[in-house]
């Protein structure tokens, strides 16, 4: 009976240690899974943001492809200068090839006029631009970052393009969780693994407002000063001349001081912007959008940031 009850509580051990286990042992699986599904290909073609989910599908598909694995980035707009920098950076890190196409979201009326389907708009140009080049490079495969937390996050027309375009998203179709992308990412030891998301800049302006150049420029110029001051997580939401200024939760309060708040007016105002607020609710995803619509490449991020100093230039 002793040894019974030895057996059984062994047994049980050795369940509880399986079932601690069985998180890293599944995220295994899912990466062998996707890296023999892509290297099955002759080559693919990866939509490349230089955001987590992306770069992750990048180093995947090197892993498996090598030279034949190629990252792809499209310039727009509605793309920061600074993304796209960063892009080519951890394109770097993986070793990836990386490309480049040019298009504009702004030639297309139904993009402009940023009704409930301007992701869908946007998201099938982009992928349009992607399979053109695959096709010049002799790939027929493109892959982008969906991932299988995508779909059940709000409004996300930019999926029914994935569809329609019949892109291959192997985090979605390996069942990666937000994540375990993000555990996958810190694997390969990318820079990105806790990058905040960050989506396209006409996500910042509210559904039945014009996406327009000049509305673009000064929500980029925006953001590029939060981030120089050494914020992470953020958002400048342009109301038709209103900067409604997001930021992550554990840097708030960092926002709520009158240097941060003369700073922020001196400098927006500068750039084009009539008012300046700060929204105290804080960072939210798709805030501007149709129910919590942010369709850019990547899923919602998590405010990772700690509280760091920082000096706020004000003119004299």
Not at 284 to 304: K, N
């Amino acid at each position: 009976m002793t040894d019974h009850a030895s057996e059984g509580v062994a047994a049980n051990a050795d369940a509880d240690a399986d079932a601690e286990a069985s998180p890293d042992t599944d995220l295994d699986a899912k990466i062998e899974a996707a890296r023999a599904d892509l290297g099955g290909f002759d080559g693919v073609l990866v939509a490349f943001s230089g955001g987590v989910d992306s770069s992750v599908v990048a180093a995947l598909a090197h892993d498996a492809l090598g030279g034949d694995a190629v990252a792809c980035t499209a310039r727009s707009e509605t793309l920061p200068e600074a993304e796209l920098d960063d892009a080519k950076r951890v394109a770097g890190e993986i070793g990836i090839r990386h490309e480049t196409v040019a298009f504009s979201e702004l030639e297309d009326p139904n993009f402009v006029v940023n009704d409930g389907d301007r992701c869908y708009h946007c998201r099938t140009m982009r992928l349009g631009k992607m399979f053109e080049r695959a096709r010049e490079l002799g790939i027929d495969v493109v892959c982008d970052g969906t991932n299988a937390s995508d779909p059940g996050e709000g409004h996300r027309p930019g999926l029914r393009a994935v569809a329609e375009m019949d892109a291959y998203s192997p985090l979605l179709e390996h069942g990666f969780t937000k994540e375990d992308v993000r555990e996958t990412a810190r694997r390969y030891d990318l820079s990105v693994a806790d990058k905040p998301s960050m989506a396209c800049l006409s996500s910042r302006i509210p559904t039945g407002l014009e996406v327009t150049e000049e509305r673009l420029s000064r929500v980029e110029r925006a953001e590029n000063l939060l981030r120089d001051w050494g914020f992470e997580q953020f958002r400048v939401r342009d109301h038709d001349g209103l900067a409604r200024i997001e930021v992550g939760a554990d840097e708030l309060d960092r926002a709520l001081t009158p240097g941060f708040a003369e700073a922020a007016s001196e400098h927006l105002s500068e750039i084009g912007f009539d008012h300046v607020t700060l929204d105290l609710s804080g960072y939210r995803t798709g805030s501007v959008s149709p129910a919590g619509e942010e369709d850019g490449e990547e899923s919602e991020g998590e405010a990772t940031s700690a509280l760091l100093d920082a000096d706020y230039p004000v003119g004299e």
